[in-house]
């Protein structure tokens, strides 16, 4: 565990141009947007052993009570409640797609597109399921509004890697159509998405709602980086590991557990601390 004040600091008074770490000094409430695999739990080889501690569950509840705290997640909004035990807690799900406990009703897909997604996905599922048999190990994760093959802890050649692409690619591009999904790479993971969403376009809707708050935002891959490119120099951009690049992030965590440790320092604290990190 890392001592606090090894690589904590106050926050010094904002003045005009100052770097953004220093935003958080201004006045106003807090927004905490947070994604959940790579960032308050590590990865697992099967996404559904991917639950929280108690510790983590009640830190984001009393977060919530201090401030305001909303999950977003690629993850779908039952798969998250199931497995991280936040029931009640407000959350974008499926990249920007779904909206679950969000002020005033607030959601992002309508009906009619729930339902045209919810299909397409159902027959992209069934025809990938005979892919684990190919490539012994995978983990075909059926969601409702989207398809994602994991194949995390796997030791793959690359010759492998580039056939499962190639094989998912062509399923994809045969069974579904293409023109309302975007098929995305992320960490050792392969997923089709509904076009037109994202976790950033989420996250700019959601903000209309809360004009008035300092974000915090917290996430590990590349698809975090849409809401990174929607608050600018506003706020407090956190990366968690060594996916998303250099020039998007403010504070950067080795990997969940240290983000928490700061995390609850922050929360416990009088003041508002920021990491001396040498890498900001």
């Known amino acids: 565990m890392v001592k606090s004040s090894s690589?904590?600091?106050?926050?010094?008074?904002?003045?005009?141009?100052?770097?953004?770490?220093?935003?958080?000094?201004?006045?106003?409430?807090?927004?905490f947007l947070l994604d959940y695999d790579g960032?308050?739990?590590?990865?697992?080889?099967?996404?559904?052993?991917?639950?929280?501690?108690?510790?983590?569950?009640?830190?984001?509840?009393?977060l919530q009570q201090k401030h305001k705290a909303i999950i977003v997640t690629g993850r779908y909004v039952d798969s998250l409640f199931k497995i991280s035990g936040l029931k009640k807690f407000p959350v974008i799900g499926s990249h920007g797609f779904e909206a679950r406990n969000l002020p005033k009703g607030l959601r992002f897909a309508s009906l009619a597109q729930e339902k045209l997604y919810r299909k397409e996905a159902a027959i992209l599922w069934k025809a990938v399921r005979h892919l684990h048999h190919r490539f012994p190990g995978i983990y075909i994760?059926?969601?409702?509004?989207?398809?994602?093959?994991?194949?995390?802890?796997?030791?793959?050649?690359?010759?492998?890697t580039t056939q499962l692409h190639q094989e998912f690619n062509a399923i994809y591009r045969r069974t579904i159509t293409p023109r309302f999904w975007n098929l995305e790479?992320?960490?050792?993971?392969?997923?089709?998405?509904?076009?037109?969403?994202?976790k950033?376009?989420?996250?700019?809707a959601?903000?209309?709602r809360f004009p008035h708050h300092q974000?915090?935002?917290?996430?590990?891959?590349?698809?975090?980086?849409?809401?990174?490119?929607?608050?600018?120099?506003?706020?407090?951009?956190?990366?968690?590991?060594?996916?998303?690049?250099r020039k998007y992030y403010d504070l950067k965590f080795k990997n969940p557990r240290e983000f928490l440790t700061w995390l609850k320092v922050f929360e416990t604290s009088q003041k508002k601390w920021l990491p001396c990190i040498s890498n900001y």
Do not use: C, W
């Open 200 to 204: 950033g376009k989420s996250v700019k």
């Open 141 to 160: 994760e059926k969601k409702p509004f989207s398809s994602t093959i994991h194949f995390r802890g796997i030791v793959f050649s690359k010759k492998q």
């Open 185 to 198: 790479q992320g960490k050792k993971m392969i997923e089709v998405l509904p076009k037109g969403f994202s």
């Open 206 to 208: 959601l903000l209309k």
């Open 39 to 62: 960032t308050l739990t590590d990865f697992k080889k099967n996404p559904e052993h991917s639950q929280i501690s108690a510790s983590t569950r009640a830190l984001l509840h009393r």
């Open 215 to 245: 974000v915090i935002y917290a996430g590990d891959d590349v698809a975090d980086i849409s809401v990174f490119k929607v608050l600018g120099k506003k706020g407090l951009k956190i990366a968690i590991g060594n996916r998303v690049p």
């Open 7 to 31: 690589f904590h600091k106050e926050i010094e008074p904002v003045k005009k141009n100052k770097h953004p770490l220093t935003a958080l000094s201004q006045k106003g409430p807090l927004l």
